[in-house]
């Protein structure tokens, strides 16, 4: 009989409701982390089932072998556990062994039965095992790779009188062998069924060969059919007068850019002036004015910088919604803002008097105030 680990079918002497068993299979490791000197790890998985919360009420824990020196182990050992699907759940913790110091944490899967689904095993019935990624501990555990395992209920009701025989756990298990192994799967014996005699009345003697070539034959006019109702139909197509359609001719682009495609085949637009590239067609609607740049903040919002002014706005100026006296008034006063920097920078003992000329504009709803001296 194999060996069941978890919860007791029987408690106080009554059946306890709502459990499963459960087959767990340890299949392999896969690229595990390197915890030796020499660049590889001596791996073996502890089971821990637990009744509720990890680390809180464990009910049994068992351990599969170690494989010396691989980082890519294979196990091939398979277990039963009585476990709750509704309350239980597992923990796999992969460690690498050693003789001298304490073991080395290479990673954990957690499984809680009530979130995972698990199917049932059943005859005739292949399931494939499943590769789970390899969690930390803690914020300090290095760890990566995979864990390969097989999880499946065992059905307990078998509804034909043949027992299902378990693995014996503990024994290697190959994906090529059997449940039980050294016993053959039992194939199906088909019966000979009982020939109808020609003097039955209702039956007829029929010549194969000739009712195969009699449905050819229907098959192939059936199909000589429907290509000349294709060819019909294809010839009642309505002309299109091309003439009439009128192709909608895209904008030019504005002075400075240029339309290029990448390897993929793909569109972008090239600003020879701001050197820049971008993916969106530029015309009057959308081209931002001269001077200004976007930009993205740490939130992700974009604004909008005018370098001509030192300012700036959420909402996306574009050289379509100034009018000219905007522009004018916007190129005077850049030209007052460099003059001003060069005044400053090339005198600074300028007193402030009252004979200074203070000139205010309004630009997209922001005002610009210019302080202007005398030379």
Known sequence: ?????????????????G???????????IHLAKKDIFGASDPYVKIILYKGERNKDEIDVIQTKTIKKTLNPKWYEEHLFRVNPAANRILFE????????????????????????IPEETRGRTLPPKDYILRPRSARSRVKGHLRLYLAYVNENVSDNTPTTLVTPGTPVTPETPETPGTPIPQPVLQPQPQ???NEPGWEMV?????????????NEDNNQQTETDTETD???VEVDESNIEVEEEEPLPEGWEEREDVHGRKFYVNHERRTTQWERPNEQNLLPSGWDERTD????????DHNTHVTQWERPTVASLSGDEREVTASAVRQL????RHVSLDDTIEHNDTNIVSSYTFNNTNITLLLFPS
């Open 1 to 17: 009989m194999a060996t069941i680990y978890g919860l007791q079918e029987i408690s106080s002497g009554r059946p306890v409701a």
């Open 19 to 29: 459990l499963r068993l459960l087959r767990l299979r340890v299949i392999a490791g």
């Open 94 to 117: 992969v460690y690498d062994e050693n003789r001298m110091t304490r073991d080395d944490f290479l990673g954990l899967v957690e499984i809680p039965l009530v979130h995972t689904h």
């Open 196 to 198: 109808p005699s020609q």
């Open 207 to 219: 010549d194969v060969a000739q009712s195969m070539r009699a449905l050819m034959l229907a098959g």
């Open 235 to 237: 010839t009642d197509i």
């Open 298 to 305: 740490a939130n992700g919002r974009v604004y909008y910088v």
């Open 338 to 341: 460099y003059a001003l920097r």
